[in-house]
């Protein structure tokens, strides 16, 4: 009986053994629950199956999240009154989030991001139509009162810096612009670039943008049309051009252009109107590598994929995956072979494998999540 009791832990011992294996060394993604106010823990395993771990808990509306460069840190925003930031100190062995301190914000931003030191933090407000720097302690504590709060144009809806940390934008939704700052390193500071603004196609909605890996160009999203416009960064001045513009609905996509909308919590607003028919964008990454672009629209819960031309900055749309219903946000893994996708209206989360010659999309599994799942980040620990 004894040596088959050892035999039996023998095998549970090695089938444990085999299984933490099979999981990418530290890879955490996280995922912000708004209407449940907090944050769900996932380690994604080397097929890119996803393992639920613990929620965290945040505050209610808990939305945009941002990861230190260092990947020690992780921040979260709330859009629920008192506006704040909590930050969390990531363990690098389980991916656990510990609450170091909650902070207060200028206003409620859907998007938060950090410079490339960390020292400082980003906010972009769409119903306060302004950004906030705020500074950011080694100890990953954030600053309660802001170094700067910048009125904008309307409806800002996400902040960034390029890789050299030198310049920062700022796309407005409502005013159809791109506000172009410089950025000292140094003291935190944003001052205006010259000109201070790039003016985009009317009734656009300049939402999300990324910077190519070789920070050439700027892939900007527009909410309401649900393009993708390439614009060429130039490295000394730090102005943008446009080079062109993909969309990233199918061609026979019956959706019509949307109209701005009323922000998180904000009270009053236009009357109600039928959304049904909308185009609704709202996020988009690149793969590490810059081959592959997605964009994600919450009308038809799909995630567009185009290919990069990585000398011109043309993307290609080769179509269109469903996915999360209303898929807000959604993230790509550090090494580029997989991408885990949230819907504000689904109970699940998506992992899918993205094929490193097509680009396509295979779902891996789907895996319970909270309510009004909306931001989703991957972190590599390995």
């Given at each position: 009986?004894?040596?088959?009791?050892?035999?039996?832990?023998?095998?549970?011992?090695?089938?444990?053994?085999?299984?933490?294996?099979?999981?990418?060394?530290?890879?955490?993604?996280?995922?912000?629950?708004?209407?449940?106010?907090?944050?769900?823990?996932?380690?994604?395993?080397?097929?890119?199956?996803?393992?639920?771990?613990?929620?965290?808990?945040?505050?209610?509306?808990?939305?945009?999240?941002?990861?230190?460069?260092?990947?020690?840190?992780?921040?979260?925003?709330?859009?629920?009154?008192?506006?704040?930031?909590?930050?969390?100190?990531?363990?690098?062995?389980?991916?656990?989030?510990?609450?170091?301190?909650?902070?207060?914000?200028?206003?409620?931003?859907?998007?938060?991001?950090?410079?490339?030191?960390?020292?400082?933090?980003?906010?972009?407000?769409?119903?306060?139509?302004?950004?906030?720097?705020?500074?950011?302690?080694?100890?990953?504590?954030?600053?309660?009162?802001?170094?700067?709060?910048?009125?904008?144009?309307?409806?800002?809806?996400?902040?960034?810096?390029?890789?050299?940390?030198?310049?920062?934008?700022?796309?407005?939704?409502?005013?159809?612009?791109?506000?172009?700052?410089?950025?000292?390193?140094?003291?935190?500071?944003?001052?205006?670039?010259?000109?201070?603004?790039?003016?985009?196609?009317?009734?656009?909605?300049?939402?999300?943008?990324?910077?190519?890996?070789?920070?050439?160009?700027?892939?900007?999203?527009?909410?309401?049309?649900?393009?993708?416009?390439?614009?060429?960064?130039?490295?000394?001045?730090?102005?943008?051009?446009?080079?062109?513009?993909?969309?990233?609905?199918?061609?026979?996509?019956?959706?019509?252009?949307?109209?701005?909308?009323?922000?998180?919590?904000?009270?009053?607003?236009?009357?109600p109107r039928n959304t049904d028919n909308d185009i609704w964008a709202a996020d988009l990454h690149l793969t590490p590598g810059g081959n592959f672009l997605y964009a994600s629209e919450r009308t038809s819960s799909t995630l567009a994929a185009f290919s990069v031309d990585g000398a011109s900055g043309k993307l290609t749309y080769l179509g269109s995956t469903p996915t999360e219903?209303?898929?807000?946000?959604?993230?790509?893994?550090?090494?580029?072979?997989?991408?885990?996708?949230?819907?504000?209206?689904?109970?699940?989360?998506?992992?899918?494998?993205?094929?490193?010659?097509?680009?396509?999309?295979?779902?891996?599994?789907?895996?319970?999540?909270?309510?009004?799942?909306?931001?989703?980040?991957?972190?590599?620990?390995?």
């Open positions: 009986m004894d040596h088959f009791l050892k035999s039996i832990k023998g095998i549970i011992v090695t089938a444990s053994m085999a299984a933490a294996g099979s999981a990418l060394a530290g890879t955490f993604v996280y995922v912000s629950n708004a209407e449940d106010g907090d944050i769900g823990i996932y380690t994604m395993r080397a097929d890119g199956a996803l393992e639920p771990g613990a929620r965290v808990p945040a505050a209610k509306v808990v939305m945009p999240m941002t990861v230190s460069p260092d990947r020690r840190f992780l921040y979260a925003a709330s859009r629920s009154k008192p506006y704040s930031v909590h930050a969390y100190s990531i363990d690098r062995s389980t991916g656990t989030l510990k609450l170091l301190s909650t902070s207060p914000l200028a206003e409620s931003f859907p998007y938060i991001s950090l410079d490339k030191t960390g020292r400082f933090l980003f906010g972009a407000s769409y119903a306060g139509h302004l950004i906030s720097v705020n500074a950011v302690g080694a100890d990953g504590r954030v600053a309660a009162e802001p170094l700067q709060v910048i009125p904008v144009g309307r409806n800002a809806h996400s902040i960034r810096v390029d890789a050299t940390n030198k310049f920062v934008f700022v796309p407005n939704l409502g005013t159809d612009q791109i506000f172009e700052f410089v950025f000292d390193a140094k003291s935190g500071h944003l001052a205006s670039n010259t000109p201070a603004v790039a003016q985009m196609k009317q009734m656009t909605g300049p939402r999300h943008f990324i910077f190519s890996p070789d920070n050439r160009f700027v892939y900007l999203l527009s909410e309401l049309v649900a393009t993708v416009t390439t614009l060429s960064l130039d490295p000394k001045s730090g102005l943008l051009t446009e080079v062109g513009s993909a969309s990233a609905l199918p061609p026979d996509s019956k959706l019509q252009p949307g109209a701005p909308r009323g922000a998180v919590g904000a009270p009053g607003g236009p009357p219903k209303q898929p807000r946000g959604f993230a790509i893994d550090p090494k580029g072979k997989f991408l885990v996708a949230s819907g504000e209206k689904s109970e699940t989360i998506s992992a899918y494998a993205i094929d490193a010659a097509s680009g396509a999309l295979r779902l891996v599994g789907k895996y319970p999540t909270g309510k009004g799942a909306n931001w989703v980040e991957i972190v590599s620990l390995d």
